[in-house]
């Protein structure tokens, strides 16, 4: 339980981990818990408000209100009273690339979910007690086009109705009147230029906003709410940075665009341009268009991938005879002097590799870059650089050139730090202008980072048209795979190795292994979710780290990506049998599989294109990419069977423990939940089971195994308090949080019988499940059923049901046909916020943190995948 505040009974969970699961579960159970446990990823400091200075209109937040049940993790808050004018689309309009930032709301959900609104009044949480967003559970995304190509640029812009207030399919706003001239806000030179053309294509006027300005905004709010938007690259190894918050100014923040601007940031709302270049990114494509005849800034890019610069730069050895000049501590790979060997050899253009002329271009650029841009951190003692633009476009000898001479420069004090959106600065801080974003008031934990199929969300190249509906991303696909075209840019390559010193030594990997948009960083959808708290529990945030495995190591991703890849055909026939068998759904499921491929295939290439990669976000990407092809829950049908089978022998299982001591019943209590949390179908094993005995056999079986000491054992001191001792008498816990997992036996045979203990002794027990279904856990939609049909069999769970508000709507009968209303502690069910195997303490919902606070007993489930 390393992490959560100090409790001798929380040990409880996770006393020990079977040996009897293979394939999935146990890798988890070998590999995770022997490393100390497994959640999502790591932790954010908590209260972390992102705040920017000046004052703006406020809204109107009169009768504002969840709408419907927040089942999902982003449920629409409405404010009724609210006029529409929010804007929601934002561009930076460059030289070289158009950058669009863009809000979407989710789709309204009305269900009226009884369970939610009585858990609500237990626990105190009120709508009025919310903070109320403008952004109300959306999403951002995050678009570019290249310049020359404005008019796929415009067109976008009108097939999404974005200028208009989006497609009103969403209950998104409704479409301006024909008459009302609207305005977008936007950046960048372009703002200017084309500013006719948007008003006679689309019929809005470009409201232009300070480039500086929206430089600044959109990179402090990017270092402020993305856990890791910064990262360091030096010899191909690329690192993400934990920033703290409290230490984030002053910073230099240098945009690479066509020029260079480099910007010393001393707040929100405080900056000045110090200094800047005009040898940047107009510089490299305009001398490497004019020296190579490349037609695109990416296929410069490319060239220089292949290209080895020794044959037309002057080298240190090239002076000294081969030898290095040591004194001054100058290699003999250094470069003296960029294009260099041109002035004595007797060559013309036609005579170099165009190859080698793009990288020596690239790197004489980079590198100055690199220097000029320490300099100025030196002059006003800057420790931290942060490079963005889309000159960089994540390309790794780039970073590795511009990280080489700061590191170089400096001796090693300081550190060149770039960004995943590195060129949506301008355009973020665009959207950040209009009065009503409501960005500035979001805490880190409230975004999430989501990676759906496909154009035009990468950020490397473009690949291929904006996508609409699941039926044009499954036809963009087939057309595409037919053609043995990338989706989105996954193939599976060698490991990569290092790119060299950068900066003026030669790299030390050349041709193939390393493509140029190797190391491009995609770009996902930023999912805003208000509702997400992080767990009260926890004892530090800010050192909370659920991933414990490190899939930066090729060894370890290559294991995890060969076991989620031999699981795939399985789990797309549960999906297509989940969909009844039909041709879409195969077609569907088809789909999904090429595409989850696709994911794993780029990450084994660049693990860090999503960001920092764990165990987690892998699950978590799965379960995202099947609910983007609209599987809803792949193992519902084998989920009610296992229910079933298992309800069938709760009455013989709890009169069994009935018969028991005390102390023997609490005991077999624990090894029950242990026993049964096996039931998990993510792993072969455990399927294996099924055909060698019943559920309850299994069950036994598993449970006599389960004997102490275990690997986590504080049962006594769990004991002495359940029981109390020869001195002490018993304490009972005011409320216990327990974590499902699995559904069948796991919950009906481990964890109600457990929760029923818990309730004769007058504790308050609240069962934590997932929002959305995760391979066969059972999800808090889920478990007021499962309780139900338990509470047939046992008056002890039907009273507590019962004032936990999980019975409004069942018909249950007792055992003795009473129904005298006996007071009882609740037994009541929350959502945790997550739709992954794996959960994320970061990122819990609001209901859950309520729950938590008056907590004094927690159990969590084994990580499952």
């Known amino acids: ?107 309204d959900r009305t269900i009226n979910d009884k369970r939610k609104k009585t858990v609500k009044e237990r626990l105190g949480i009120s709508n009025g007690n919310r903070r109320s967003y403008p952004i109300l559970g959306g999403r951002l ?3 570019k086009f290249e310049t020359r190509k404005i008019n796929e640029c415009l067109d976008f812009i ?29 950046t960048g030179g372009g703002a200017y230029k084309f500013a006719d053309l948007f008003k006679e294509r689309l019929g809005v006027s470009l409201d232009k906003e300070d480039e500086m300005d929206c430089l600044v905004a959109g990179a402090n709010f990017l270092l402020k709410a993305i856990r890791h938007e910064a990262f360091t690259h030096m010899e191909g190894h690329k690192e993400f940075v934990q920033i703290d918050h409290n ?13 260079v601007s480099m910007i010393k940031v001393d707040g929100d709302g ?19 268009r004019l020296l190579t005849k490349c037609k695109s800034f990416d296929e410069l890019l490319e060239l220089s991938q292949r290209g080895d610069n020794r044959t037309i730069d002057m080298l240190v050895g090239d002076i000294y005879g081969g030898m290095d000049y040591s004194k001054i501590g100058l290699s003999a790979s250094t470069i003296a002097s960029s294009f260099g060997k041109a002035i004595s050899e007797k060559k013309e253009l036609e005579d170099y590799r165009p190859e080698d002329i793009s990288l020596s271009l690239l790197r004489m650029i980079s590198y100055n870059i690199g220097q000029i841009s320490y300099l100025n951190a030196l002059r006003f003692g800057l420790k931290r650089i942060f490079f963005g633009g889309f000159f960089i476009r994540g390309h790794a000898y780039t970073m590795d050139t511009i990280s080489f001479a ?84 996954p193939v599976p390559m060698a490991p990569p190795g290092t790119t060299g010193l950068g900066g003026f030594e030669v790299p030390s990997s050349k041709g193939g292994t390393l493509r140029s948009d190797a190391s491009a960083l995609n770009v996902g959808v930023l999912h805003l979710v208000p509702t997400l708290e992080v767990f009260p529990l926890l004892a530090d945030p800010k050192m909370y780290e659920p991933n414990t495995i490190d899939l930066s190591d090729h060894n370890e991703l290559e294991y995890w990506f060969t076991v989620l890849s031999e699981h795939l055909p399985d789990l797309v026939d549960k999906a297509v049998a989940s969909e009844g068998g039909t041709d879409d759904a ?13 994911h794993l295939a780029r990450l084994m290439e660049e693990p860090a294109a999503y960001g920092k990669l764990g165990l987690a976000n892998l699950l978590e990407l799965r379960e995202e990419c099947l609910r983007e092809f609209h599987f809803v829950d792949a193992y519902r049908s084998i989920k009610q069977r296992e229910n079933e089978a298992s309800l069938a022998v709760l009455p013989d299982l709890l009169m069994e423990l009935d018969s028991m001591t005390e102390e023997t019943r609490l005991l077999t209590l624990i090894e029950g939940v242990l026993a049964a949390n096996i039931f998990d179908w993510g792993s072969r094993a455990c399927v294996d089971l099924y055909h060698k005995g019943t559920i309850i056999e299994i069950y036994r079986m598993s449970r006599n195994k389960m004997q102490r000491p275990w690997r986590v054992d504080d049962f006594d001191v769990f004991k002495e308090r ?14 216990a949080l327990l974590f499902v997992d699995n559904s069948g036996a796991d919950i009906v045979l481990g964890m109600l019988p457990l929760a029923r203990e818990l309730i004769r002794r007058g504790t308050e027990v609240v069962l934590v499940a997932n929002s959305l279904p995760a391979l066969n856990d059972a999800t808090a939609m889920e478990l007021p059923d499962i309780v139900a049909e338990a509470a047939k069999h046992c008056d002890i769970l039907r009273r507590a049901a019962e004032a936990g508000g999980l019975l409004v709507d069942a018909m249950i009968n007792t055992l003795d046909g009473s129904k005298e209303n006996t007071s009882s502690v609740p037994l009541m069910v929350v959502e945790n916020g997550c739709g992954s195997p794996c959960i994320d303490l970061r990122q819990v919902s609001s209901e859950l943190a309520a729950a938590a606070k008056d907590a004094d007993l927690l159990r969590l489930a084994s990580p499952s995948v």
Not at 13 to 39: F, L, P, S, W
Not at 271 to 281: A, I, K, M, Y
Not at 425 to 445: I, R, T
Request: charged residues 25%; negative net charge; hydrophobic residues 35%.
């Open 141 to 143: 995304h995050f678009v």
């Open 158 to 186: 009108s097939s999404k109705q974005l200028h208009r207030g989006g497609i009103d399919t969403h209950g998104w706003l409704s479409e301006a009147p024909a008459n009302c001239s609207a305005v977008i806000k936007a």
């Open 270 to 288: 405080k900056f000045e341009r110090v200094s800047g270049t005009n040898v940047g990114g107009g510089t490299y494509w305009g001398l490497g």
């Open 722 to 735: 359940m029981l109390g001792s020869a001195d002490k008498k018993p304490h009972p816990h005011k409320r």
């Open 586 to 598: 195969k077609r569907r499921g088809d789909a999904f599989a090429r595409v989850f491929s696709a």
């Open 406 to 489: 700061v590191h170089f420069w400096s001796k090693g004090d300081a550190q060149a730090m770039f960004l995943r959106h590195e060129g949506f600065l301008g355009a973020l801080g665009a959207f950040m202008s209009y009065e009503k974003h409501g960005l500035d008031d979001l805490m880190v934990h409230q975004l999430v980072e989501r990676f759906p199929m496909g154009a035009p969300y990468t950020g490397g190249k473009i690949h291929g048209p904006p996508l609409g509906d699941l039926n044009e991303k499954i036809s963009w696909m087939e057309k595409f795979v037919l053609k043995g075209t990338e989706i989105t840019a």
């Open 1 to 107: 339980m390393a992490g959560l505040k100090d409790d001798p009974v929380l040990g409880i969970n996770d006393m020990i981990e079977t040996r009897e699961e293979t394939e999935i579960k146990d890798a988890v159970i070998d590999k995770v818990r022997e490393e100390g446990g497994q959640g999502d990823r790591e932790m954010a400091p908590m209260g972390n408000s992102i705040h920017r200075s000046g004052s703006r209109p406020q809204l109107d937040l009169s009768k504002a209100a969840i709408q419907g049940n927040s089942e999902e993790r982003d449920p629409t808050i409405l404010l009724p009273n609210q006029s529409d004018d929010i804007s929601h689309l934002a561009l930076d309009i460059g030289g070289s690339l158009i950058k669009l930032v863009y809000f979407s709301r989710h789709e």
């Open 247 to 259: 230490d984030l100014f002053p910073y230099l923040l240098v945009n690479i665009g066509s020029g």
